[in-house]
């Protein structure tokens, strides 16, 4: 079972959908300045304003929770 990831936005203006999990449980949407996490299980949605700056430093943390998780830094 794999995440749908979708593909990169082309206009920072326009919503996109970034990732899906694989069986319908939630969802992290970008548009603008806003990532729209929902969680269909409990029928949330948490909404958080980020710019630039903080899309590449929450990329960068992400990259390294993963890698953490994966067995370590690569």
Known sequence: MSA???AFPTR??????LFEHPDGMGAIEYGGGI???T???DATATRVLIGPAGLRD???RLRVLA????GGAR
């Open 4 to 6: 749908k990831i979708h």
């Open 35 to 37: 990532l729209i996490v």
């Open 58 to 60: 929450l990329a960068a």
């Open 39 to 41: 969680n269909d299980l």
């Open 12 to 17: 920072a203006s326009d919503e996109h959908l």
């Open 67 to 70: 890698d953490l998780i994966d």
